[in-house]
Nanobody, 130 residues
Framework: QVQLVEFGGGLVEAGGSLRLSCQVS????????MGWFRQTPGKEREFVGS????????YYLDSVKGRFAISRDNAKNTVYLQMNSLKPEDTAVYYC???????????????????????WGQGTQVTVSS
């Protein structure tokens, strides 16, 4: 059974930074595209970004480009989301997710769809104060 656990959420002032981590167990981590999503109450889960299996390619939501960066360490089965220049509108619960199929190439269209992911973490709250 694949399990994902996120770490690193919290409260930060606008303009500040946070780094989220997501540790994966129970699967061959390096075989899977990974994604980050976020959700606020009453809204659909929103794609934030995704990263290829080797970590050489990434895609991002337009509003976070240049501020957020996804990376991964396949030796540690961990994916990261570095968030800089945070804004109050970035406040959300953030989730990491693992591709529902192994071995797929990173696709912007596919990786932005929540139904293309097979397992999810429990979520971590990020709150940005103004």
């Amino acid at each position: 059974q694949v399990q994902l656990v996120e770490f690193g959420g919290g409260l930060v002032e606008a303009g500040g930074s946070l780094r989220l981590s997501c540790q994966v167990s129970g699967g061959t981590f390096s075989s899977f595209v990974m994604g980050w999503f976020r959700q606020t109450p009453g809204k659909e889960r929103e794609f934030v970004g995704s990263i290829s299996r080797r970590g050489t390619s990434t895609y991002y939501l337009d509003s976070v480009k240049g501020r957020f960066a996804i990376s991964r360490d396949n030796a540690k089965n961990t994916v990261y989301l570095q968030m800089n220049s945070l804004k109050p509108e970035d406040t959300a619960v953030y989730y990491c997710a693992i591709d529902r199929l192994p071995g797929r190439a990173l696709s912007n269209t596919r990786s932005s769809r929540s139904d293309e992911y097979g397992y999810w973490g429990q979520g971590t709250q990020v709150t940005v104060s103004s």
